[in-house]
């Protein structure tokens, strides 16, 4: 009963921090840069051609994500792989702190399907690690295209170093983690630490993951010698059709070339996608909109 009583409590403090910062984003942030009246009559304006390729862009990025499942988990099919991501992304966008849940959906689907706990736990990992390598090197290929076309400026100096820095740190680990079987039990020990003392306020026991550790390194390096190329392809790919429904959804409430051109659009998309490693609001609301 005591532990049913904490869980609601942390529950209720989540919402109510998401919901403090997404009003506090709407209410009073985002008013200080743009009217609510001229945004809402800038889409008004929008052709229906306009709003027809907005939404033709915006499926082809949804689709990006299922290849890259299936990339990462042999024997997942196309059309599940498709059901899983919608339902966990709808979840995960609507509720606030809704990634935990959406785990828990996703992970559901995939028991039901019969995969395995290991199977389930790699995808997840891999799938994970992709995209974060690809939101920390954002910025650096903003920053180079932002000098290329003569708008660089020192905004994006901050996040180009710090995702310089994760992404040493994290391509570092993953490199040690592959190359040595030790170094993956001491990485899978640590995380089983820190799990573990996020799990005692639950009451739940202490977990030891030095030889999953070892085990997921076996099963990395196989994945990945099989499937790399597809992970990365569609990974990209992914994001760059995120970064288009960006760019188009702005030069069709009228911000032309001249005044906002693709690479500034770039280096803006890329600190957006960066700051979005921090679930903080369902789906980055109000985040996403102020950055």
């Known amino acids: ?56 862009v915006s499926a082809f990025n949804i689709f990006t994500y299922w290849p890259q499942m299936t990339a990462s988990m042999p024997g997942l099919t196309l059309a599940q792989a498709a059901v ?74 901050v996040p180009t170093v710090i995702g310089i820095v994760a992404l040493v740190v994290v391509i570092g680990l993953l490199a040690g983690v592959l190359a040595e079987k ?3 039990r001491a990485v899978g020990g640590g995380v089983g630490k820190v799990a573990s003392l996020l799990r005692k306020p639950f ?21 990945i010698a099989k499937r790399w190329m597809p992970l990365t392809v569609f990974s990209l790919l992914s994001h760059f059709g995120l970064y288009l429904v960006l760019l188009l959804a702005l030069r069709n409430v009228g911000v032309s070339e001249k005044e906002v051109n693709w690479a500034q659009v770039l280096g803006v998309f890329a600190f957006v996608r960066l700051i979005s490693l921090l679930p903080t609001t369902p789906g980055g609301v109000g985040l996403v909109g102020l950055g």
């Open 84 to 157: 899983n991501n919608q339902s966990s992304t709808s979840i995960a966008n609507t509720i606030p702190f809704g990634g935990f849940i959406a785990n828990g959906v996703t992970y559901s689907m995939y028991r039901s399907w019969g995969f395995t706990n290991a199977q389930i736990g790699l995808t997840t990992i891999t799938t994970a690690m992709w995209n974060t390598f690809v939101k920390l090197a954002m910025p650096v290929v903003a920053l180079i295209a932002l000098a290329a076309t003569g708008r660089a400026s020192g905004t994006l100096i």
């Open 203 to 223: 009451g739940k026991p202490a977990v030891h993951w030095g030889e999953a550790g070892a085990r997921f390194r076996h099963q990395t390096i196989e994945l």
């Open 1 to 56: 009963m005591e532990q049913s009583k904490r869980k609601r409590l942390i529950r209720i403090i989540e919402i109510v921090v998401s919901l403090a910062i997404i009003v506090g984003i709407f209410g009073f942030a985002i008013p200080k840069i743009a009217n609510y009246g001229d945004v809402w009559n800038a889409v008004k304006d929008m052709t229906w051609l306009e709003i027809t390729s907005l939404i033709a």
């Open 182 to 184: 030790s170094f993956a």
